[in-house]
């Protein structure tokens, strides 16, 4: 199902069966989001099983199936974000850029395949026109708290939504 211009984001994620998670608390010094303008910016988000670090390597002991869904459960997680800094997902205009690390080994070649977990996802919340993005996708080395993927947003906002300002 796509998300069209009349249809609610949330009875998008209804029909999903999408329950959107509370505001993380930062693990570092930093915040979860930043407001400048019509932009908002998410800051990276791990991929997390059973509330914990879903810790893993591509190519080494995770396959692409399993780092997608990771790159899709950070979906879920950067939509309950983007919710508490906007506090309504309808005042969303555009899905802009993502930007996904993957933790790999240097012959793991799959990292773009990884990330459509997140991207399809997008998509299918905000519709084609809205959900689809810029995006980067890298291999690397080591990811906080060993996680197999980590993956940051940059979202822009309808001209009369009013952000709650900076986490």
């Not at 400048?36 to 099983?49: M, P, Y």
Request: proline content about 4%.
């Amino acid at each position: 199902m796509s998300s069209s211009a009349n249809v609610s984001v949330y009875d998008t994620l209804k029909t999903l069966g999408i329950e959107l998670p509370p505001l993380a608390v930062p693990a570092a010094a930093y915040v979860p989001f930043v407001r400048t303008g019509n932009l908002i910016f998410i800051s990276g988000h791990i991929a997390k099983k059973d509330g914990k670090p879903w810790v893993g390597q591509l190519g080494r002991d995770t396959d692409t199936a399993t780092g997608k869904a990771a790159a899709r459960a950070i979906a879920i997680d950067l939509l309950g974000t983007l919710h508490a800094a906007v506090g309504d997902l309808n005042k969303v205009k555009r899905i802009v850029k993502l930007m996904s690390l993957v933790n790999s080994t240097p012959d793991f070649t799959e990292q773009h395949l990884v990330t459509n977990g997140c991207s399809e996802l997008f998509a299918e919340v905000f519709g084609a026109e809205k959900g689809s993005h810029a995006r980067s996708a890298f291999g690397v080395a080591q990811i906080p708290m060993g996680a197999c993927v980590e993956i940051e947003l940059i979202a822009e906002l309808t001209e009369d939504s009013s952000a709650e300002g900076q986490a």
